[in-house]
């Protein structure tokens, strides 16, 4: 099972930073932007070497970026985990939606919301992207379009460990499905935002995001998330949006981000992450001019939440930044062909 994230902890819960490496048992090396060997995957978090493993040979012999980046999607949707594909956490009613995204070095892009009962949104995506149109397809229309082109509906099942979490959840939430606000006002229902933490402490939201550069320079980038568990039924964040949680430019670089994809919506973060880039700043400044405006539209909120941005520039070079410790992201390539971990710097 993918961990969760070392997400929002600290400014929440009241605990020391110095104290982060031992909470939890793990260290990885902080690096500011550096340049990387081509062709090379990048993917937010520790569990992304789990998705890097699975892009990598295609990068290795010769292959699309594109393609690298839709494997390393399907790769994490087949695992088990809190926060991608159909075995994660159900929002609040029960049901798992999941959000997907992906982008190509030309610049089209597809991406797919709030969709239930197909286990590879990335690949949903990409078909949007490839035979419609359009961008963005949501709801019973996307499955709809899923099932028309060949995907298998699964039964909406929850998975052993997501029934387990969304029924303790629901022991202590109080909530119960109505059918309008009225019934909210009258039954006082507490409890109608998603829980920033579960009762082991871990964090509750994440995404798998991840970025390539093939053998050509072609870049191409894709997200894939079930999103926050227990959210309201309908909620979506910013993983499906382009140029909120992906973004990609051929001439400049690619970005992509986890965290309160709300916030990061506000801002447009990766189209602002590779917009700086543009600028001349390097992947790692980029990512923090976007975190910087986070937490000037509300300082007091950023102090209570967590949102960190990934990116690699048309140089091939590879930068981070997050507003509070803990962001994670993982490198693959001839020079770390396992894949290899590091931390981001913050900002608080």
């Known amino acids: 099972m993918i961990n ?6 600290f400014p929440l819960l009241g605990l020391p930073f110095l104290y982060a490496k031992s909470m939890f048992g793990q260290t990885f090396e902080k690096t500011s932007t550096m340049r990387v060997k081509l062709p090379v995957m990048v993917s937010t978090w520790d569990s992304g070497i789990a998705a890097n493993a699975a892009g990598w040979p295609v990068l290795e ?48 892009c597809g991406a797919v919301a709030f969709l239930e009962h197909i286990q590879h949104p990335v690949s949903v995506a990409r ?11 949501a709801g019973e229309g996307a499955e709809q379009f899923a099932l028309e082109n060949g995907f298998e509906r699964k039964s909406g099942e929850l998975s052993e460990s997501a029934e387990k979490a969304w029924k303790e959840w629901l022991k202590k939430s109080k909530y119960e499905p109505v059918i309008n606000i009225e019934n909210i006002k009258k039954n006082g229902m507490t409890s109608q935002f998603a829980p920033p933490f ?8 994440d995404t798998m995001g ?4 093939d053998a050509k320079s072609n870049l ?3 997200v894939t998330t079930s999103g926050v568990a227990f959210k309201l039924h309908g909620r979506v964040g910013d993983s499906p949006i382009i140029g909120a949680g992906l973004f990609v430019d051929n001439e400049v670089g690619a970005a992509t981000s986890s965290g309160v994809g709300e916030e ?10 590779v917009e700086q880039m543009r600028m001349g700043k390097s992947p790692e400044q980029a990512c923090q001019e976007a975190v910087k405006r986070i937490v000037k539209h509300d300082p007091e909120k950023a102090k209570t939440i967590q949102v960190g941005f990934l990116a690699i520039s048309k140089k091939g070079e590879v930068g981070a930044f997050s507003i509070v410790e803990g962001f994670t992201y993982s490198i693959t390539n001839r020079d770390y062909p396992k894949g290899k971990t590091f931390e981001a710097s913050h900002l608080i």
Request: aromatic share 4%.
């Open 4 to 9: 969760r994230r070392r997400f929002l902890e």
């Open 61 to 108: 012999k010769g292959g699309r970026a594109l393609d690298a980046v839709e494997a390393a999607g399907r790769a994490v949707e087949d695992i088990i985990s809190c926060c991608i594909g159909l075995g994660a956490y159900p929002d609040r009613d029960g049901k798992v939606t999941l959000d997907s995204s992906i982008m190509d070095e030309k610049g089209n």
């Open 127 to 137: 078909k949007v992207m490839e035979t419609t149109p359009h961008v963005l397809l």
């Open 198 to 205: 579960f009762e082991d402490g871990s964090p509750n939201h």
């Open 210 to 213: 991840s970025l390539a550069m």
């Open 220 to 222: 191409s980038g894709m």
């Open 264 to 273: 990061v919506i506000r801002i447009c973060g990766t189209h602002t992450v």
